[in-house]
């Protein structure tokens, strides 16, 4: 079974930095595609970044530059490194899984975890 | 950047009625689209892929039809439990996108 539990957010001042997880399980990070999303209060979806399984990033325009995909094959864990934060980055993000593939669909998304961008 | 367009952005529905949501990609993104439901204070949840696949444990009232720019989300026979907001997504062109949601209303 396919679980994504996200952590890391928070409240942090604008310009801050923050790195939020995504603890896999039920599959191999390394070996699939996966992706952070976001929902910022009361609006729509938005993509933010995708990580392919050969290794390759990609990121909105929004965030590029500041914001930075990686995973940890030991602890099969994704992670969002954000820098420079905004208030506009004030969203909710959610951890999402696309199979093996190809970056397709969401099969999956976490719980999400809440970042709040303000002094 | 491809930029998907839903319509319409709500709609109030009884229960057992058809629903028809589209979604129009400003180029051809082939059959990359699919469609999620999202229920308030829950994730999103994957309904649709790839045009008119129906993910697994989705029940058979949703489907989805189209290609290349115009694509439909159908929701046979209404029930009050699929009260939620609906999203399209394209992954054939980065940057990947969403559409704006369509909020659907139970009467």
């Known amino acids: 079974e396919v679980q994504l539990v996200e952590s890391g957010g928070g409240l942090i001042q604008p310009g801050g930095s923050l790195r939020l997880s995504c603890a896999a399980s039920g599959f191999t990070v390394s070996s699939n595609y996966m992706s952070w999303v976001r929902q910022a209060p009361g609006k729509g979806l938005e993509w933010v970044s995708v990580i392919y399984s050969g290794g390759n990033t990609f990121y909105a325009d929004s965030v590029k530059g500041r914001f930075t995909i990686s995973r940890d094959n030991s602890k099969n864990t994704l992670y969002l490194q954000m820098n420079s934060l905004r208030a506009e980055d004030t969203a909710v993000y959610y951890c999402?899984?696309?199979?093996?593939?190809?970056?397709?669909?969401?099969?999956?998304w976490g719980q999400g975890t809440l970042v709040t961008v303000s002094s | 950047e491809i930029v998907l367009t839903q319509s319409p952005d709500f709609q109030s529905v009884t229960p057992k009625e058809k629903v028809t949501i589209t979604c129009r990609a400003s180029q051809s993104i082939g059959s990359g689209l699919h469609w999620y439901q999202q229920k308030p204070d829950q994730s999103p949840k994957l309904l649709i892929k790839?045009?008119?696949q129906s993910f697994s444990g989705v029940p058979s009232r949703f489907s989805g039809s189209g290609s290349g720019t115009d694509f439909t989300l159908t929701i046979n026979s209404l029930e009050a439990e699929d009260a939620a907001t609906y999203y399209c997504h394209q992954s054939t062109s980065l940057p990947f996108t969403f559409g704006g949601g369509t909020k659907v209303e139970i009467k």
């Open positions: 790839y045009a008119s």
């Open positions: 999402a899984y696309s199979g093996s593939i190809g970056p397709g669909s969401v099969d999956y």
